[in-house]
């Protein structure tokens, strides 16, 4: 049913270009900042620690190139403002990672934490006390003071951490074909035995710097304006149809390419849904839609643009200056049923122009 409760929707599109991955070929090009985004993984490490004691450099929750310990400080570099570790003059690495882990301590009682790895920020707890250990990197240990008698050496112990790898650069790379090294999740006891590691990239990957580089023509905010508050869930409240269009140029060194965007979600994903963006107030939300390219986007389907940070193609770059692609993109404002808001609302999502 409707009434005449009015509401305006506007959305943000934040905007970075180029970048992509593919199976064991990654490719990035000129600019700076964040160029890639991408390779999820989702791993789940158990097993007795075997040892009572902790130490500070070996976290209960890490990312890192080693899988004997945590990650040196001195391994990493600033590049375009973000530690990372460096694979290339100017590219650098990092994960985007959260991770749940428990643990039996000393006593016999059962403790667990949270936290995030790389990005945004290394750090855990449930007051955000934790971080990586003085001299350490993308390392989270359940406490900053190490010592005897913490662990029970025989209780149990689970790990799970999920991310992506994101890729960043200062502007200066420079076309170049080098290997990444293999990156690991791991959980690290004082004793080997009681190590848990897992390999977290692929073991053959290899980094593409090419002169690719694209931009986008479509608007950045989305402004349905007024509407009508409808509490039919799934019903479409707005619709709005823009440009959409990709140009990408290179200028030497001349490679073909795919040419992708990935949209990942700065709220969240409405019920799980990976084609639904979440209003930030809860309630509703976002659909997306380029014609010709994806699959309806409309409310009551569960399909169109995927707000997960999955690749969608657009298109081929060949092997020459400049090519431009001319899409369509269809936004819809969607009820979520009794719970949709009155009043101001909005959304946000950002999206990456990547090619592999």
């Known amino acids: 049913m409707q009434n005449k409760l009015f509401y305006f929707f506007a959305l943000s599109l934040a905007l970075t270009v180029p970048k992509y991955c593919a199976a064991e070929t990654i490719t990035i090009g000129k600019g700076s900042g964040v160029l890639w985004e991408g390779l999820p ?12 004691s902790l130490g500070s450099a070996y976290g209960l929750m890490n990312i890192g190139n080693s899988n004997t310990k945590c990650m040196s400080s001195t391994d990493l570099t600033t590049i375009a403002g973000y530690k990372a570790l460096q694979i290339a003059p100017g590219v650098g690495l990092i994960p985007r990672a959260t991770g749940q882990a428990t643990y039996t301590a000393y006593d016999g009682s059962t403790k667990s ?60 790379q420079t076309s170049s074909n080098v290997a990444i090294p293999t990156m690991w999740a791991s959980s690290f006891s004082v004793l080997r035995t009681g190590d848990r590691y897992q390999s977290i990239s692929p073991a053959s990957l290899d980094l593409r710097i090419s002169t690719i580089e694209c931009s986008v023509n479509t608007p950045t905010v989305i402004n349905f304006g007024t509407v009508t508050r409808n509490l039919t869930a799934n019903t479409e409240l707005g619709i709005q149809t823009n440009s959409f269009n990709v140009t990408c140029t290179q200028k030497s060194s001349l490679v073909t390419a795919n040419i992708s965007v990935q949209f990942r979600p700065l709220t969240s994903l409405y019920e799980g849904s990976k084609n639904r963006l979440a209003l930030a107030q809860g309630g509703g939300y976002i659909t997306g839609e380029i014609p010709g390219v994806t699959d309806s986007g409309t409310c009551n389907a569960n399909s169109g643009i995927n707000f997960n940070n999955e690749a969608i193609k657009i298109g ?7 090519n431009t692609f001319n899409n369509q993109i269809t936004w819809r404002l969607c009820s979520g049923g009794n719970a949709l808001p009155s009043g101001a609302v909005s959304a946000s999502t950002e999206m990456l122009v990547t090619f592999n």
């Open 41 to 52: 993984f989702n791993v789940t490490l158990s097993g007795a620690m075997t040892h009572a």
């Open 113 to 172: 934490f949270t936290g995030t790895i790389g990005l945004p920020e290394t750090r855990g707890g449930n007051s955000g006390e934790l971080t990586s250990p003085n001299g350490y990197e993308w390392c989270l240990p359940p406490s900053m003071t190490s010592g005897g008698n913490f662990y029970s050496a025989s209780g149990s112990r689970v790990v799970n951490i999920t991310g992506t790898w994101v890729l960043v650069a200062d502007g200066t």
């Open 316 to 322: 081929r770059m060949p092997m020459q200056f400049i």
